[in-house]
Nanobody, 126 residues
């Protein structure tokens, strides 16, 4: 049974940093298309970052230059390094994975991904 388990969320002041992790089991992430999404209360789910099967990355404009998506194939884990956090980054963050090909030039919609984690909460205080 495929599982994606996020961790690393928490509370931080504006300007601070967090690193989210998404550990996969029964699934190899090294050649998967993987993304980070977030959803704030009362708002639609938003694609944050994607790392394509072959490694190219793409980011939402709102996080470009502040967030970095990466993966450690040896640890079978996806990461999202978040720096210079802002109050508006407050949300539940989810990782998603699919073995189908994605180009990395854009974030596929959430409905495209087959596997999802349960989410980790990020709270940024201003």
């Amino acid at each position: 049974q495929v599982q994606l388990v996020e961790s690393g969320g928490g509370s931080v002041q504006a300007g601070g940093s967090l690193r989210l992790s998404c550990a996969a089991s029964a699934y190899t992430i090294s050649r998967a298309c993987m993304g980070w999404f977030r959803q704030a209360p009362g708002k639609e789910r938003e694609g944050v970052a994607v790392i394509a099967n072959l490694g190219s990355t793409s980011y939402a404009e709102s996080v470009k230059g502040r967030f970095t998506i990466s993966r450690d194939n040896a640890k079978n884990t996806l990461y999202l390094q978040m720096n210079s956090l802002k109050f508006e980054d407050t949300a539940m963050y989810y990782c998603a994975a699919d073995s189908a090909y994605c180009s990395g030039g854009y974030q596929p919609p959430g409905s495209w991904y087959r596997y999802w984690g349960q989410g980790t909460q990020v709270n940024v205080s201003s």
